[in-house]
């Protein structure tokens, strides 16, 4: 595999400050622009995913934001983004992530942007407005959160970690996850289910959890947070080998990310 080339000081500055920015922005729209009303616009895979005018507002906002600034980038948005661009680089990005957390006026919620470029993230920002917390990290360069730099926890054994997990919209998927879940409860600390894949992602970088897994989710979910994490001493994959994808994410302090990645494969966490 050759490897990516790397993107100079002064691109990897201007992408850290554009998506400081746009998730800036877009945070402040769905912070400050929240109907009282708000309810579901549309559903997707599921009656419970759903969407409201405020993800597509903000989408709209990010990628007309870093589209006027950088017109040859390509975007993947949830909300339906799709371009390959020609710069090399392409914004990868949650225009609201826990949008049922917003939707119940939850503060769990965040703005996930990250820059790819040629193919790896170099850049993640992770902005959740009412916890008043902006996360960000620049490949080989850390992660922080205040000006302070971020270190995951230092691994404790298995059944003493505090691992968060989520669970998809499909319902047999969801229905699989739960028995996956009552099967690894016993054998951690305890579980903890946030409802933004984003956030827990920043959490682990933070030391505020010592793992997390989930199936199912997109690039979108966890581009920033990965990055995020990973620049904070954590690990992450997918099944054992493999990148995170869609039918695995594992995340975690280096011990315990060693302790749950097997075990998260052997048990099948990887398929409904
Ligand atoms: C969801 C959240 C949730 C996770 C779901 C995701 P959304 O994203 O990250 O924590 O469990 O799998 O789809 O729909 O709120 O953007
Ligand atoms: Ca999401
Ligand atoms: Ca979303």
């Not at 309810?39 to 409201?52: E, L």
């Not at 919209?169 to 996850?177: A, G, H």
């Not at 996956?180 to 970088?205: E, K």
């Amino acid at each position: 595999m050759t490897e990516a080339p790397e993107p100079d000081e002064r691109l990897r500055t201007e992408l850290l400050e554009l998506a400081l920015e746009a998730a800036e922005r877009a945070g402040a729209l769905l912070r400050d622009g929240r109907p009282a009303d708000l309810g579901v616009a549309a559903t997707k895979s599921s009656p419970i995913d759903v969407v409201t005018e405020m993800d597509i507002a903000s989408e709209k906002l990010v990628t007309s934001f870093l589209g006027e600034r950088r017109p040859d980038d390509g975007f993947l948005g949830e909300e339906g983004s799709d371009s390959a661009g020609t710069s090399g680089v392409r914004w990868v990005l949650d225009p609201l992530d826990g949008t049922v957390n917003y939707l119940y006026g939850l503060p769990g919620w965040a703005v996930s942007i990250a820059a790819e470029y040629h193919g790896e993230a170099v850049v993640g920002v992770v902005f959740a407005p009412l916890r008043e917390e902006t996360f960000h990290a620049v490949r080989g360069e850390g992660a922080f959160l205040r000006g302070h730099r971020l270190a995951c926890r230092a691994a404790p054994p298995l059944d003493q970690a505090l691992v968060g997990t989520g669970f998809n919209y499909v319902q047999q998927r969801r229905t699989r996850q739960a028995a996956l879940a009552a099967q690894v409860l016993p054998l951690l600390r305890d579980i903890r289910r946030s409802g933004s894949a984003a956030i827990d992602l920043c959490d682990v970088a933070a030391g505020r959890l010592d793992g997390f897994y989930e199936r199912g989710l997109h690039a979108w979910d966890f581009a920033a947070g990965d990055l995020i994490a990973r620049e904070a001493g954590a690990r992450t994959g997918g099944r054992p080998g493999a990148p995170p994808g869609n039918d695995l994410m594992v995340a975690g302090s280096p011990g315990v990310f060693d302790a749950l990645q097997p075990l998260l494969d052997e048990l099948g966490a990887w398929h409904d």
